[in-house]
């Protein structure tokens, strides 16, 4: 299931925002070059957008600073459909609510993978949800 650019993301993914699962996401430098990397939360912001926790990955950086556009991959944590997400960054936060809630969750769930002391969000990346495709519907 494809959804058009500026996707709206739908009920049926929400738990799969919710952080039980890490996600992957992928860059591109302009000169080409791929990285790939965990990602501890994809958080929900409304029903356009997504913000990424942005700890430790320079090269990811370095990368979505070149290029803003990024996939990312989610497990549904109830059916363990896969979900791409295609995404454009907008902005960072290091204040504010969203940063915030953002910086709770990620001591949550560092406690609960035996890193506490070991995250540290320096940032609550803001994206802009262009597309949204279900890879394989574990349902059918």
């Excluded at 993301?9 to 799969?16: G, K, N, R, S, T």
């Excluded at 997504?50 to 979505?64: E, G």
């Excluded at 556009?69 to 497990?75: A, D, E, F, P």
């Excluded at 459909?81 to 290091?94: A, G, H, P, Q, V």
């Amino acid at each position: 299931m494809k959804m058009a650019v500026r996707a709206q993301i739908p009920e049926m993914l929400m738990p799969a925002l919710q952080g039980m699962l890490p996600a992957n996401i992928t860059t591109c430098s302009l000169a080409g070059e791929p990285n790939t990397t965990e990602l501890s939360q994809v958080y929900y912001v409304d029903d356009h957008h997504v913000a990424l926790s942005f700890q430790f990955f320079n090269k990811t950086i370095r990368n979505v600073r070149e290029n803003p556009y990024v996939s990312v991959l989610l497990i549904h944590p109830e059916n363990w459909d896969n979900w791409r997400l295609d995404l454009r960054y907008i902005r960072s936060e290091t204040s504010a609510p969203l940063f915030d809630d953002m910086d709770m969750k990620l001591e949550v769930i560092a406690s609960m993978t035996g890193m506490k002391g070991i995250f540290k969000l320096r940032a609550a990346d803001v994206y802009e949800v262009l597309a949204i495709e279900l890879l394989n519907d574990q349902r059918r």
